[in-house]
Structure formats: C-alpha cells, structure tokens
C-alpha cells in the first residue's frame, strides 16, 4: 500500500496491522509521521494542553533475583548495599512529596525472593492508614506474577488483595519488549510477554488503570517494536468500554551506561534523537485506541522531550523527584515542577498538571 493510503487510513482509526506498521516506521518521512500523529493527537486530545505531574519513585526493595542483563540497579540478597526500604525512609519521602506539591508514589521492586503478597498488603494498608490521600501507583505485571506463583494465587486474587490494601494503579513496569526472543536474552527471569499480558487483562477486568511501556533500542528488531504495540493495542480492544484499560503508552530508550548488556554483550543502546520522534509518532499511529502518548524525559532530555510535543505526545511525565532504577544506566535529566512547566511552554503548550487517570487537577 502507498504511505498515503496508510497515513489516510491510520487517520480513519483503522488498525494498521504489524506489516503496515513496519512500512510506515521503515519508510516514511519522519515529519510526514509527525504530521500524522499530531492529527490523532489532536483527534484524542483536542486542544493545547500538555500534560505533567509531580511523583516520586520509591523502590521497595534493590534486592532481587531477576538480574535482567540492562538493569545496575539490583543486588543479590547477602549484597553490602542490599536493603529494604524501612518506614521511617518512607514517612520522610512521603513528607518530602507532599511539601513539593505531589501525592503519589511509585513504588518499584526489585523483585526480593522473601517477599511475599503479605509483605506488599501489610505495607500498603499502613502507608495508606498514615497518608488517606497518597496515591499508589505500585509494583508491575513481573511482581504479580511471582507473587501469583509464590502464594498459588491467580492474578486476580493477588491484584484484588492489593487494590483492598490500597493500590490504586498498575504501572507498565516490566513489558521492555513483549517478544520472547527478546526477553529471554534481556530479562530472562522475568514474566513472559504472555504473562504480561495476562496480569493487564486481568486489572483491566477488575478496572484498575494502568499504563503500557516499551523499552527498547538494545537487541530487539523493528518488526519486534512493531509487533509489541499491535499486542498492547489487542489487549485494550478487549476491555470494556467504559473501563480504564491502559490509560497511556510511554517508550523509552534503552540506558547502556555499566550494563551487562553493554559490558559482557558488546549491546549499545541504538538511541538517537530522530528515532525517538519516529518511535512517539510511530505509537500514536498505532495505538488508536489508548488515549495519551507520554514522553520520557527522564531518559530524552529536554530538546527531544519538547519535539516529541508535536509528534504525537500528549504529555511529558513526572518531575520524579526521585528515581533509581534509568538513572544506575544512564538517565540523568532531572527538572523540577518550575522547569517542566518552561519546557511545555517553550514548546508551544499549556502545561496541565494531572494525576496518574490523566484527569486535570
Ligand atoms: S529491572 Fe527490575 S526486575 Fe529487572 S533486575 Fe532490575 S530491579 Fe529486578
């Protein structure tokens, strides 16, 4: 099919299926992608706003057994700077959160082998019991699963126990690229792309929001990109109507910096600045039926943050007063809630501050 017949029909909201996706990301103009993308985001977001929030990412725990070959972030059990995160050190990131404006946490693993679903609900329960208004936007599909599989509970069981403790949202974490050729290379011990996905269509049934991820830019191939969001985008067909489902997508680029991808496999990360435009614009395309398209500055920076505005992205994220796992690779931009707002502005936006629902507060 010619690009035009594809950019009329992906303007339709016609799926593209994986082959036309794969044309489109190989062969068209990124700034005919652009052009495109804009017009969804237009089409889903009407308007001139661009999103942001203000959130802290509290990691549990850096102990955990899924070693997977891009993260610095992890320590076996035993590790001199292994820990786990006590609740003093949450009461005073929590104060901090609060006198800087923002009232969610996420909360991230790793996945600690002595951890149980107990642990998660009885921590949840009394930060909750502290903080009536914290928001949690805690754990991800890896963690369900192992918990599943360590207490012989389904998903549904181990996500309604958490959501009874208090979480209020699933994050993405976890999916990198939702390619088992792939995974078994980058996160071997982790949840396969079949159980990814099941712990989503499970939380889409119980209407716990939650939000899409890919990492990529390490090993994987564009047909591989491509096939993932034609996954994510199956998925949230399945959801009712009037459900959260996947509240939004976020891609980012795979950090090399010290990784044993880098060191032992020689696998840099095959980010540049072009590519990321034509991966956001390439996702909105796609993805017709998710409705924010979320850049990530963290790991962009500032300039790719602000073009990616007008190639799709509907939002730039969270100032993340603190982050740990991106940041051991790599990932050093950091801006405050003063900065982000700049950044929208400059770009020719209206920054919008929202929550994790993507609702305007
Ligand atoms: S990315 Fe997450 S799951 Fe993988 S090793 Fe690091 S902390 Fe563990």
């Not at 599989?149 to 999916?175: M, T």
Request: proline content about 5%; aromatic content about 8%; charged content about 20%.
């Amino acid at each position: 099919m010619a690009l035009q017949e594809l950019y009329e029909k992906a303007l339709r909201l016609i799926p593209l299926d994986t082959k036309e996706g794969i044309q489109l990301y190989t062969k068209a103009p990124v700034e005919e992608l652009m052009f495109v993308a804009n017009k969804l985001r237009q089409h889903h977001n009407p308007g001139n706003i661009a999103g942001w929030m203000i959130d802290r990412n509290v990691n549990l725990t850096n102990i955990c057994f899924s070693q997977c070959t891009f993260c610095n972030f992890c320590r076996k059990k035993g590790s001199p700077d292994a820990y786990i995160t006590s609740t003093d050190e949450y009461i005073s990131k929590i104060d901090e959160l609060f006198l800087l404006g923002g009232d969610q946490l996420l909360l991230q693993g790793g996945m600690n082998p002595d951890l149980g679903i107990g642990f998660y609900t009885d921590l949840f329960r009394s930060l909750k019991k502290l903080y009536p208004s914290l928001k949690l936007h805690a754990l991800g599909p890896p963690e369900v699963v192992f918990l599943a599989k360590k207490a012989k509970l389904s998903y549904s069981d181990v996500l309604s126990q958490l959501i009874e403790a208090g979480l209020d949202s699933l994050p993405g974490a976890g999916a990198e690229i939702l390619s088992d050729r792939v995974r078994k290379i980058v996160s071997p011990a982790k949840a396969t792309s079949e159980e990814w996905l099941g712990v989503m269509r499970v939380a889409h049934k119980l209407n716990l929001p939650t939000s899409a991820t890919m990492m990529y830019g390490h090993i994987e191939t564009i047909p591989e990109r491509i096939g993932h969001l034609v996954k994510l985008r199956d998925l949230q067909n399945e959801k009712p109507d009037d459900y959260y489902g996947f509240v939004t997508f976020i891609p980012w680029p795979f950090q090399d910096e010290g990784t044993v991808l880098m060191r032992k496999h020689g696998i840099k990360s095959s980010f540049s600045g072009p590519d990321y435009i034509r991966m956001i614009a390439i996702s909105r395309i796609m993805l017709n039926n998710i409705r924010n398209i979320q850049a990530s500055i963290l790991t962009v920076g500032k300039e790719i943050g602000m073009l990616s505005l007008h190639a799709g992205a509907n939002d730039l994220g969270s100032v993340m007063i603190e982050e740990n796992v991106v940041s051991a690779a790599g990932a050093r931009n950091r801006f405050n809630a003063e900065e982000m707002q700049l950044i929208i502005k400059e770009a020719g936006f209206i920054p919008g501050r929202r929550n994790q629902k993507y609702e305007q507060i």
